[in-house]
T-cell receptor, first 118, second 111 residues
């Protein structure tokens, strides 16, 4: 079946502009995650959605960052007034969600959106 | 706070050699994942380890989990150039089911 998709694959924007990044998770996956990865670095957690629960926004680096998930499916990450330090690859992942000892939380990643702020 | 430490962070090795990457974590968890990332690409799931003593093998890679020691290892046998990539481990945080990620091990295998 279809995997996680993200759009656009590349985005170049001028400093101060707003950008929207989109993520389509795997159908049926109730959990959705946004990460940021700077060049040669590890994953920086941004935000986590699980079903109808309030999202965990603890990783958002500033109030310029926000995300929403509509209908429990598609998610949009918005960065307002972009800065050069926002340049990175933004990765989205989705997973099934199991409570209990037998399940797993394997995350499936999209191809990412490479954001360049000039 | 759950912390995940990988070592080494960088490894350069010759083809044909064996080596082990270590993933230590700081609090109780019995679920651990290994991922691979090729340069310029996204992350690909390699192994899912869901219990103490779990061992999974795929080709020249073998992963194991010791929840008592809070340690997972990724062992590479007779390395080949195609295994060059960055390898990440991630541990499930039992409180909110999120994954906490290690910093990654960049592996370069020279022909």
């Amino acid at each position: 079946g279809a995997g996680v998709s993200q759009s656009p694959s590349n985005k170049v924007t001028e400093k101060g502009k707003d950008v929207e990044l989109r993520c389509d998770p795997i159908s049926g996956h109730t959990a959705l995650y946004w990460y940021r990865q700077s060049l040669g670095q590890g994953l920086e957690f941004l935000i986590y959605f699980q079903g109808n629960s309030a999202p965990d926004k603890s990783g958002l680096p500033s109030d310029r960052f926000s995300a929403e998930r509509t209908g429990g499916s598609v998610s949009t990450l918005t960065i307002q007034r972009t800065q050069q330090e926002d340049s990175a690859v933004y990765l989205c992942a989705s997973s099934l969600f199991f409570r209990g000892s037998t399940g797993g939380y394997e995350q499936y990643f999209g191809p990412g959106t490479r954001l360049t702020v000039t | 706070e759950l912390k995940v430490e990988q070592n080494p962070l960088f490894l350069s090795m010759q083809e044909g050699k064996n080596y082990t990457i270590y993933c230590n974590y700081s609090t109780t968890s019995d679920r651990l994942y290994w991922y691979r990332q090729d340069p310029g690409k996204s992350l690909e799931s390699l192994f899912v380890l869901l219990s103490n003593g779990a061992v999974k093998q795929e080709g020249r890679l073998m992963a194991s989990l010791d929840t008592k020691a809070r340690l997972s290892t990724l062992h590479i046998t007779a390395a080949v150039h195609d295994l060059s990539a960055t390898y990440f481990c991630a541990v499930v945080m039992d409180s909110n089911y999120q994954l906490i990620w290690g910093a990654g091990t960049k592996l370069i295998i020279k022909p």
